[in-house]
């Protein structure tokens, strides 16, 4: 019955799908709904946190390149903001801009935004204290990259299993669906 279904409603199955797909892709690309669908991501159990991680990767090597190369902060967070490609990342940058323009720290707005880590926050703020901000910068972006690294090496190992049920099910049904009328038909011959 499956497959019957599947014959006669193909192309209205690939064209729904279709359909799904350019619909979805299409309100991403909206800023409004390329925010929502980050911050949904982000708020997946475990998973959003590793995509959460990713994005302060990328923002604080970014920043430890420029800031070391001697480029102004402000420029710097302007750099940042526009090769970010996250836009919820995008507008707290943009505040802590802001922020900085008044002359306050980078990690006070940090800790109160609540995107970043803590310990991000804590490794920045000592960086400004102390004037070594590049350096804290590359040490916190080498702990998420070492972080991110470690997750997927331990996610390939889990989902290898996993894939290997998955195939051997596809496989199964494939088999089962090749033998049945094989059988069906043996039936109908002995039955004579």
Request: hydrophobic share 50%; with cysteine.
């Amino acid at each position: 019955g499956f497959f019957d279904i599947i014959k006669t409603k193909f192309f209205l199955i690939v064209l729904g799908i279709g359909g799904i797909v350019m619909a979805f892709r299409h309100y991403i690309k909206q800023p409004s709904g390329r925010l929502q669908f980050e911050k949904s991501l982000f708020r997946l159990p475990k998973v959003g946190y590793i995509f959460k991680a990713i994005v302060v990767e990328r923002f604080t090597s970014q920043m430890a390149i420029l800031v070391e190369s001697g480029v102004p902060i402000l420029y710097s967070l302007d750099i940042c903001q526009r090769m970010i490609d996250n836009k919820q990342c995008e507008a707290i940058i943009a505040e802590i801009k802001n922020n900085v323009r008044e002359g306050k720290l980078l990690a006070q707005h940090m800790s109160e935004s609540d995107f970043f880590p803590p310990l991000t926050v804590q490794m920045i703020l000592i960086g400004e204290e102390t004037g070594e901000l590049g350096k804290m910068l590359k040490k916190v972006a080498e702990y998420y990259q070492d972080y991110v690294q470690t997750v997927m090496k331990r996610f390939g190992i889990i989902f290898e299993p996993i894939m290997l049920v998955f195939m051997g099910g596809v496989i199964g049904v494939i088999v089962v669906a090749m033998f049945l009328p094989i059988f069906s038909i043996a039936q109908l011959g002995g039955g004579k």
